[in-house]
T-cell receptor
Framework: DQQVKQNSPSLSVQEGRISILNCDYT??????FLWYKKYPAEGPTFLIS?????DKNEDGRFTVFLNKSAKHLSLHIVPSQPGDSAVYFC??????????????FGQGTILTVHP | KAGVTQTPRYLIKTRGQQVTLSCSPI?????VSWYQQTPGQGLQFLFE???????NKGNFPGRFSGRQFSNSRSEMNVSTLELGDSALYLC???????????????FGSGTQLSVL
């Protein structure tokens, strides 16, 4: 059961334009959502997060939007740069119950930014 | 500060063998988590350790086990390897035990395991 889904395996964008990466989830108990970026031969690195009580969080060129009613979040990168080319993973965590310590990840989206 | 170090970087084993992977967290980090990454499946949670205790475990068979030492270093072991165990195994550390409140994980580069 894939509780976090990234339905677009890949996305291609021109440098300077906006990149929008999408993520859907099914578990309404998730409290936090995070985005990680992964370059080849490296481990994922944290990018930005958002609490379930907010609908937007911004950090420089990166903004994450959360739509709880639709169980959907998106990561916007503006403007996109060739160095942003990487695999982006959406992840979710639940602060209660027995799921502490566990992040549930999506399958990832490969972003390619063309110069 | 050195990052999370995982050894070995690459490993080739045959079916039925066992394997041990090692992870050294960032200095001062006391929580270590393990994830399996396979194409199309994203990262799947294996387990989290804190103070030498396993706090949580993912949906993997008992062939997957781990431990943490008093210096916070961690190892994971896979016994009776199967072809489907071929994957990138990622270790991540954090300063304190994870509560689910959006704490950052710091990942190593992983160990690429190939089972032939």
């Amino acid at each position: 059961d894939q509780q976090v889904k990234q339905n677009s395996p890949s996305l291609s964008v021109q440098e300077g334009r906006i990149s929008i990466l999408n993520c859907d989830y099914t578990n309404s108990m998730f409290d936090y959502f995070l985005w990680y970026k992964k370059y080849p031969a490296e481990g994922p690195t944290f990018l930005i997060s958002i609490s379930s009580i907010k609908d937007k969080n911004e950090d420089g060129r990166f903004t994450v939007f959360l739509n709880k009613s639709a169980k959907h979040l998106s990561l916007h990168i503006v403007p996109s740069q060739p160095g942003d080319s990487a695999v982006y993973f959406c992840a979710a965590s639940n602060a209660g119950g027995t799921s502490y310590g566990k992040l549930t990840f999506g399958q990832g989206t490969i972003l390619t930014v063309h110069p | 500060k050195a990052g999370v170090t995982q050894t070995p970087r690459y490993l080739i084993k045959t079916r039925g063998q066992q394997v041990t992977l090692s992870c050294s967290p960032i200095s001062g980090h006391r929580s270590v988590s393990w994830y399996q990454q396979t194409p199309g499946q994203g990262l799947q949670f294996l387990f989290e350790y804190f103070s030498e205790t396993q706090r949580n475990k993912g949906n993997f068979p008992g062939r997957f086990s781990g431990r943490q030492f008093s210096n916070s270093r961690s190892e994971m072991n896979v016994s009776t390897l199967e072809l489907g165990d071929s994957a990138l195994y990622l270790c991540a550390s954090s300063p304190e035990p994870l509560t689910g409140y959006g704490e950052k994980l710091f990942f190593g580069s992983g160990t690429q395991l190939s089972v032939l």
